[in-house]
C-alpha cells in the first residue's frame, strides 16, 4: 500500500504540479514588471531615439572607439538625426571575448544573458533613455552611484540586446544570422518601446528576450528574481510586436520603415508586407 501511494504521488509531481509551476513561472515573466514596470523609459519613437537630446550615444565610455564621431544611418521616416546603432554591437571588445570563451553555443549565450539585471535608465542614469556599450555596461556599471546593486552589471533592454548579440556574434554567429532589433510591443495591454534579439535558427528568425531575467522594481525598491524564458519559447509563442523601426547588427543595417539599408536578402521577409501596407494606405488617403 505505501509502495502504491508513493507511486501515485510521484505521478502527481511529475504530470500535474511540476507542469503547473512551469506555467505559472512564464506566466510571471509577462505579468509583474517584464516591461511595463518601466513604461516611461521604454516608451520610444523612431525620431525620439535618434534625437541627441534623448540619448547620449555610447554612455560615459567607450570601448570602440568615439560614438559621437561616426556616421551611421537614420532611424525612422520622420528624423533628421543619424544615430551609429552599429557601434553597440562590438563582438571584438576584450569583455565580450572574454566572456564568450566561456561560452559553447548560442543556447548557452541566451542562458548568460538571461541572468543579466534589468535596472531602468531613469534608476540607473537619471535619465529617459542612455545607452551604453557592452564594456561600459557589464564592467562599469557595477560601479555606478545610482546603481541599486553595487557590484553587479546592470542595464535596460538595448544594453542587454546589444550585449548579446555581441556574444553571439563573438562565439562564431555570421552577422547574416543575428540581429538587434528595435520596435515597439506589446505588454500588459500596454505598448511600449523595445530592443530584443532575433537569431536565424532553421531559416526561422527566433526571438531571444534577455530582459525576460531578474529586474530591479523601482516602485518597491527590490529585487525581482526570474529566471526568464527557455531558449526556443519563442519557436511556438507569438512574440508581442506591433511595429519593427531598425535591424541592425555590427554589421549590418536595414531601416524596416522604409526598407533602406545594406543587410542581407534573409533580413527583409518580416518588413516587405509591413511596407506594402503602409505604401497601400498612403495611396488610399
Known amino acids: 500500500m505505501t509502495d502504491y501511494l508513493f507511486f501515485v504521488v510521484r505521478r502527481l509531481l511529475v504530470y500535474l504540479v511540476i507542469p503547473i509551476l512551469t506555467v505559472l513561472s512564464i506566466l510571471n515573466i509577462h505579468s509583474q514588471g517584464y516591461m511595463a514596470n518601466v513604461p516611461d523609459e521604454t516608451r520610444l519613437t523612431p525620431g525620439s531615439l535618434a534625437q541627441s537630446d534623448a540619448i547620449n550615444p555610447g554612455g560615459k565610455s567607450y570601448a570602440d572607439g568615439d560614438v559621437n564621431s561616426v556616421e551611421s544611418t537614420y532611424i525612422g521616416t520622420d528624423s533628421d538625426k543619424k544615430f551609429p546603432f552599429h557601434l553597440y554591437v562590438t563582438p571584438k571588445n576584450t569583455v565580450?571575448?572574454?566572456?564568450?570563451?566561456?561560452?559553447?553555443?548560442?543556447?548557452?549565450?541566451?542562458?548568460?544573458?538571461?541572468?543579466?539585471?534589468?535596472?531602468?535608465?531613469?534608476?540607473l542614469n537619471d535619465v529617459a533613455d542612455y545607452w551604453l556599450t557592452p564594456y561600459e555596461f557589464l564592467l562599469n556599471t557595477r560601479n555606478y552611484p545610482d546603481n541599486p546593486l553595487k557590484g553587479m552589471s546592470v542595464s535596460d533592454c538595448e544594453e542587454q540586446a546589444n550585449g548579446l548579440t555581441s556574444l553571439?556574434?563573438?562565439?562564431?554567429?555570421?552577422?547574416?544570422?543575428?540581429?538587434?532589433?528595435?520596435?515597439?510591443?506589446?505588454?500588459?495591454?500596454?505598448?511600449?518601446?523595445?530592443?530584443?534579439?532575433?537569431?536565424?535558427?532553421?531559416?526561422?528568425?527566433?526571438?531571444?528576450?534577455?530582459?525576460?531575467?531578474?529586474?530591479?522594481?523601482?516602485?518597491?525598491?527590490?529585487?525581482?528574481?526570474?529566471?526568464?524564458?527557455?531558449?526556443d519559447y519563442y519557436s511556438n509563442q507569438t512574440y508581442p510586436v506591433l511595429h519593427t523601426w531598425v535591424y541592425y547588427n555590427d554589421v549590418y543595417y536595414l531601416n524596416a520603415e522604409t526598407g533602406s539599408g545594406d543587410a542581407p536578402v534573409s533580413w527583409y521577409h518580416h518588413i516587405s508586407d509591413e511596407i506594402s501596407e503602409e505604401s497601400s494606405h498612403t495611396l488610399r488617403t
Not at 562565439?171 to 532575433?198: A, C, D, K, M
Open 168 to 231: 553571439l556574434r563573438a562565439i562564431g554567429i555570421q552577422p547574416e544570422n543575428v540581429r538587434v532589433v528595435v520596435g515597439e510591443v506589446i505588454f500588459n495591454s500596454e505598448t511600449l518601446g523595445h530592443v530584443w534579439v532575433e537569431l536565424l535558427v532553421s531559416q526561422k528568425w527566433l526571438v531571444l528576450d534577455a530582459t525576460c531575467g531578474p529586474y530591479w522594481d523601482d516602485d518597491i525598491g527590490i529585487l525581482i528574481e526570474r529566471i526568464g524564458t527557455p531558449f
Open 96 to 123: 565580450i571575448m572574454d566572456l564568450a570563451n566561456t561560452i559553447s553555443g548560442p543556447e548557452e549565450a541566451y542562458q548568460t544573458a538571461r541572468q543579466w539585471i534589468y535596472v531602468s535608465d531613469k534608476k
